[in-house]
């Protein structure tokens, strides 16, 4: 691993307070867990790779790669969810061609768990999307679209939670404003509402009421928008929220090197990551657990 | 209640118990690049052949002829491949629209960006239109008055690119960039009447801050794509032969 390592917060007495604690525990089987998540944002229908005389991005992208990568980190870690942050549609001729049937199957074929939904994804319409739910077989989430007189009402919930190796993982999903973005005639009745309420409401009810061990905001708002700082952003949202661990983002098309870390509410660290577009890279991040009870004064080390 | 469900039930606690002993201690987080070293999954690969071999056979298939090459930079105000297709939004729309509306394009204006590519001598494909117009964007219909299509030429005369407009319009500057004679369908345009101008759902929406779209009497929407329109141009004609003419001229003295 070549990549630069610098540790976020010096947290050495993080694994000396959790070896203590397993000796105060009335019972030893605890044991270290890691939960792996993976993600991919704005792949606008870049099913195959770029070609070689492409300028930017010769010879990179491409799903079958992607399913070789994602296989493999499975196979080291069964504990992994892949998730996706929407505009997940066009971009090349398979999305006019085939209206996302393609990109739903493939998407089903490499087992990914859960989408939420980008501005992209109204191209054909939202009928035009309804129309290629059956190719899904993951659920998508968005707690700030709500759908009710659509005919997407009841095919996308608020959040989805997963337990993997016994820890609860929350995932909620977040929609960017459609009004001057898409056509009214695509988004038809969908209503948006607020993100930051919304994603308030959704990390207390995950946290608190689901008991989540981790909490994650699937996010099609976008990073950060310099020439528009006022703008909801996955930034502003980081600040404004507490008890979500990590933010996967997209619609900005922002290639994140490594993921940033940004303080809530209550100063702890969130991770907002994003990796740009096309499939180009697969962002991965590793939570690992230890036994033991966690600290006030330190959170988790954050290694990026 | 059986044991069963006790037994159940005690498993749960256990396992939450247990889980309120477990706390996040370290997170790594890395990008990993997607390139020629991963290689491919042959169950994927030999799932998307058949939709790509599709798609690339529909996209190569021969649906009109170029006799030249046609750029976007061929002219300074107007260019053969710019009046090809604003000649082809009115040629293909006006029909749909006369039908819809019983009345008539009276004018086209796409814009000089919207052109993303060349037409190449020789064959020309479906995926010719896809190069050209890569984007979704597709044909409105704007009925404003006379005095806005005056901003319009406003606007051409001082932004000064070839911007695509369509046979009707005959727009002169002169050398200080002045506009000396602007008629459609070889009448001055009236500043009471009413015209009805197509063009593309971006530039409606403000694109190239070309802001005389507002207000309007009337909005139409064909449901028809700038690439389809096109295609279907392309295939009705067997060899196309787009010309630089004088619809947008300057002149020098």
Known sequence: MNRRQFIQQSTAATALLGMGGIGLQSFNTSKAKKITILHTNDVHSHIDPFGPDHKRNPNKGGVARRATLVESIRKENPNTLLLDAGDIFQGTPYFNYYGGELEFKLMSMLNYDLATIGNHDFDNGIDGLYAQLPHAKFEFVSANYDFTNTVMDTHVKPYKTFIKDGIKIGVFGLGVQLDGLVDKNMYKETVYNDPIEIAQDMSRLLKEEQACDLVICLSHIGYYYRNVPDRVCDLALAKATKDIDLIIGGHTHTFLPKPTIEKNSVGENVLINQVGAYGLYLGKIDFYFEPGKPTKTHGASIIV | ?253
């Open chain 2, 1 to 253: 209640m059986t044991i069963k469900h006790i037994f159940k039930l005690y498993f749960l606690v256990f396992v939450f118990s247990c889980n309120n002993d477990l706390h996040l201690s370290k997170i790594e987080g890395e990008r990993i690049e997607i390139d020629a070293a991963i290689a491919s999954d042959s169950d994927i690969e030999n799932f998307i052949k058949p939709y790509r071999e599709n798609v690339n056979k529909n996209l190569d298939s021969v649906i009109s002829y170029a006799p030249d090459t046609y750029s976007k930079s061929d002219g300074e105000f107007n260019t053969a491949i710019g009046n090809l297709m604003a000649d082809a939004v009115f040629e293909e729309s006006n029909p749909i629209f006369n039908k819809r509306t019983g009345k008539t394009i009276d004018l086209v204006l796409l814009n000089y960006g919207g052109i993303r590519s060349i037409i190449s001598q020789g064959n020309i494909k479906i995926r010719t239109a896809f190069e050209v117009m890569p984007f979704e964007n597709s044909v409105v219909v704007v009925a404003i008055k006379g005095q806005q299509v005056l901003q319009m030429m406003d606007y051409l005369s001082k932004d000064k690119r070839a911007h695509p407009v369509s046979k009707h319009l005959q727009l002169s500057l002169n050398k200080n960039s002045e506009v000396t004679k602007a008629t459609i369908s070889g009448k001055p345009i009236d500043k009471g009447t009413t015209y009805y101008v197509a063009t593309n759902d971006y530039l409606y929406n403000g694109g190239d801050r070309m802001d005389f779209f507002h207000p309007n009497d009337s909005f139409y929407v064909l449901d028809y794509k700038i690439r389809n329109v096109l295609i279907d141009y392309f295939k009705r004609k067997d060899t196309i032969r787009p010309k630089r003419d004088n619809r947008y001229i300057k002149l020098e003295d």
